[in-house]
């Protein structure tokens, strides 16, 4: 099965510093990988998911940005941290090839002051 | 494009007693379905999922939910809940093969003792 890894697991920045955030995937090759939002008491935001290394399609416009320099490896990146990006953020994982189950790694809690 | 509802914020059961979380979706043709349970500051894990076939699924945990058509829904089960089984539950869509699944927003299961 997959293993997710993120890091770091906590981050509080300031306002307008920049972000990147890490995710690495184990256990499978090629996979399908993503990025959620979420934000306290509600559901997950898509924000990007890349079906291969180089593409990458971006759900929800805003100050973030995303890169997959590796087939395992995802990267979630901004220049400027604005309040609202506070959240916590996780990293999925899923096979690419019609079986569709997500896995997802333990996350990341980024709160923006 | 596919949408999912959730109509329980928070759910509150006695620790034994049996457990129906609600599900709803909106997609024209028959999606994947799933149900993800998250413990505080975790990551989401699989319960279970519904790609064709039989209508009653099982998942891990004593965990089982039924695929009604006429209904439009995917409601989760459990005979008789245990206190570790407090969490948020997501029910998730999927239009089939397209790798992007819409959530909802969450349940919260709340077990007194």
């Known amino acids: 099965s997959q293993t997710i890894h993120q890091w770091p697991a906590t981050l509080v920045q300031p306002v307008g510093s920049p972000l990147s955030l890490e995710c690495t995937v184990e256990?499978?090759?090629?996979?399908?990988l993503y990025w959620y939002r979420q934000a306290a008491g509600r559901g997950l935001q898509l924000l990007f998911y890349?079906?291969?290394?180089?593409?990458i399609s971006s759900e929800v416009p805003q100050n973030l940005s995303a890169s997959r320099p590796q087939d395992r490896q995802f990267i979630l990146s901004s220049k400027k941290l604005l309040l609202s990006d506070s959240g916590f953020y996780l990293c999925?994982?899923?096979?690419?090839?019609?079986?569709?189950?997500?896995?997802f790694g333990p996350g990341t809690r980024l709160t923006v002051l | 494009a596919q949408s999912v509802t959730q109509p329980d914020i928070h759910i509150t059961v006695s620790e034994g007693a049996s457990l129906e979380l609600r599900c709803n979706y909106s997609?024209?043709?028959?999606?994947?379905l799933f149900w993800y349970v998250q413990s505080p500051g975790q990551g989401l894990q699989l319960l279970l999922k519904?790609?064709?076939?039989?209508?009653l699924v099982q998942g891990i945990k004593g965990f089982e939910a039924e695929f009604k058509r006429s209904q439009s829904s995917f409601n989760l089960r459990k005979p008789s809940v245990h206190w570790s089984d407090a969490a948020e539950y997501f029910c998730?869509?999927?239009?089939?093969?397209?790798?992007?699944?819409?959530f909802g927003r969450g349940t919260s299961l709340i077990v007194h003792p």
């Open positions: 999925a994982s899923a096979p690419g090839q019609g079986a569709d189950t997500q896995y």
């Open positions: 256990g499978t090759s090629n996979p399908n």
């Open positions: 890349s079906v291969g290394i180089g593409q």
């Open positions: 997609y024209g043709a028959t999606p994947y």
């Open positions: 519904y790609f064709s076939g039989d209508t």
């Open positions: 998730a869509v999927e239009a089939g093969g397209s790798y992007i699944p819409t």
